[in-house]
Every structure is written in C-alpha cells, then in structure tokens.
C-alpha cells in the first residue's frame, strides 16, 4: 500500500501468519465495501489469486494496491491447487478473491480451500460483502430462516420443477438471476408459487441505481416485464416462505395464551375470530392453530 496506513490496517498486517491461504470477500459495487482486513490482507499477500486477473487489478488499483496477481478460475482450480499448496509450504502468504463479493458463493473458491486445508495448511476467511446477505438485509423479510440456492436452471420447466418445491417453504429462498432472464423467472415464480407469494428484488445493490422492491409475485413479474431497466444489472431474488408459514410467525405469545383461554369455553372457530378481534393476528392462521391443538395428540389442555 503506497498511501499511509492506519494504524488498524498495519495492526491486521503485522497479525497476518505466513503460509496461509486467506479467502477475501471484495465489493459487490460500490469500491468502499471493503473491509480494513481484506485490505491489510490484499497489501500484504504474495501473491493474489483472481478469478480475473484484470477485475481485481482494478480494483486493487483502486486501492493503490499492486500486489501480484495469478489466474485461479473455475476450470483450474484444482490444477493451481497444488502450486497454491507449494507457495504456502515456503512460507508465502496467499490471498483468494473472485470477481467480486464473497468467494465460493456462486463463485470459484470451494475447491481451492478443500484442497488446501486437506493438505494441511491453514486457510483464514476474510468476512465482507455478500449479494444475498445484502439483499437480505434490505429485505425487510421477518422469516427467521432462509435457503440460499443461488441460479436457477436456464430452461423454464426445469426452473418450474425447482420453484415448486418451495410452495410450502417455511422459509425464505434467495436467488441469484441473470438479468435477461429475470422477466422470465419473474414470470415462472408468479406461476409456480402464486400470484400473491412475496417477492423481493434486490438490483444493483451498493451501486448508483440500487433497487429494493417487495411485491406479490404476480405484481413483481407485471414490473419487471413492462420496464427494461428492471432487466439490467445484477439481481437477487428473494422469495418469502409461504404465506400460511408467515401467518403463524405473527401469533405471537400473547394471543396464543388468549386463544387457550377462549377456547377452554368455545369451538375453535368463535374462540380464532374472537382472539383475531382482541389481538389483531390474522384469524385463519389462529383457526388453523386452534384446529391443530384439537386434533394434536399433546394437546391435554383442550
Ligand atoms: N460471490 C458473489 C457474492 O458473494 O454475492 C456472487 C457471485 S455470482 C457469480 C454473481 C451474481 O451475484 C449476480 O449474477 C447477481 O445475481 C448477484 N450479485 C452480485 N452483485 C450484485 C449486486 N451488486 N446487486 C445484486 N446482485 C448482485
């Protein structure tokens, strides 16, 4: 690094153990998402491998960084492994980036940390910028739990066959999508999943013309093919578990504990609708409740 360091950045350097492989996660967009680990990292490295030599040359540039770069793609990872393995042995530190965000997800990387540690030398993962978890925190989406799945099959019946499975997710899916196949993946998520299932796009995230939009899945797809600019840029999809699951989430422990009381003394049709009024939870996710504690076998309390 030719600019002065801060203090921070050179206390990162000095900790940096020799003869390993560290696994650093670059922008997604915007050049200051980066961590003053990666950086300490990327200044200090022997050589740094790239999934494109000139996209992180840039991009190091960027940072007034000339550090060594080496090609490590997809189709020579496992070749370059054992170089890798040799470079470590004398003692050099070794840095792995892709293109951008963090390696290994829907990216090169996996292969090159298995070999290595398999190998027996240590590999350091160097947190940061993420397209799903970004998209995810814009999101707004309340389900606790999610599925990264990444691309989508290309051809639209195997990506109807794969969305189908989600119909009862209980959880979130994010995707990562091509632009110009997002009309048509748009489409294929209103179609398979319904036209009211929650849908977030998350496009250009980190970048000037950022976009975060949640709607019904028909709704999301109606945009996207009406407007091309919704079809340029680089895109997460974020599909919300299924509707009957979000409804459940919103029982909370109040209205739970209202609903036993009531239906101690009513059916459980009267005892949802009433405990909908006092609590405000949506009335068919507390009849199914209700319903399922009728029928549930642990159920002494009714
Ligand atoms: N390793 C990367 C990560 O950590 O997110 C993902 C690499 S994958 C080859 C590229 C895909 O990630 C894009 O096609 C897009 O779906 C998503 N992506 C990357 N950058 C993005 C951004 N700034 N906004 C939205 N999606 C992005």
């Not at 200044?43 to 040359?57: L, N, P």
């Not at 540039?61 to 492994?81: F, Q």
């Not at 999101?139 to 989508?152: A, N, Q």
């Not at 066959?161 to 209980?170: E, F, S």
Request: glycine share 6%.
């Amino acid at each position: 690094m030719h600019t002065p360091l801060f203090p921070i950045v050179e206390d990162a350097r000095a900790s940096l153990v020799n003869g390993t492989l560290y696994v650093v996660a670059t922008p997604i967009g915007n050049v200051a998402d980066i961590s003053l680990r990666a950086l300490a990292v990327l200044s200090a490295a022997h050589i740094v491998c790239a999934e494109d030599t000139r996209v992180t040359g840039q991009l190091l540039s960027r940072y007034g960084l000339h550090s060594k770069l080496v090609s490590v793609r997809e189709h020579n990872e496992c070749a370059m492994a054992e170089k890798i393995c040799g470079w470590l042995a004398e003692g050099q530190i070794v840095a792995q980036v892709s293109d951008a965000g963090t390696p290994a997800v829907s990216d090169p990387g996996a292969r090159l940390v298995h070999a290595v540690r398999a190998a027996g030398y240590p590999v350091c993962p160097i947190p940061g910028a993420c397209a799903a978890v970004t998209a995810l925190a814009g999101s707004g989406i309340t389900t606790s739990d999610w599925l990264f799945h990444g691309f989508l099959p290309p051809k639209s019946t195997a990506r109807c066959k794969q969305l189908a499975q989600w119909q009862d997710a209980p959880y979130a899916v994010v995707l990562y999508e091509a632009p110009h196949r997002m009309a048509d993946c748009t489409h294929d998520i209103a179609a398979t999943l319904g036209a009211d299932r929650q849908v977030t796009l998350g496009r250009e995230l980190t970048k000037t013309f950022e976009t975060l939009r949640t709607l019904p899945a028909g709704e999301l797809a109606a945009w996207v093919a009406s407007d091309s600019n919704q079809q340029r840029g680089e895109c997460v999809l974020i599909i919300d578990a299924a509707p009957a699951v979000i409804a459940n989430n919103a029982i909370d422990a109040q209205a739970e504990h209202t609903l036993r009381v009531l239906m101690a003394e009513l059916p459980p049709k009267q005892a949802a609708k009433l405990t909908a009024t006092l609590t405000g939870v949506p009335r068919d996710a507390l009849y199914q409740l209700a319903v399922s504690w009728k029928q549930g076998p642990a159920d002494e309390s009714n």
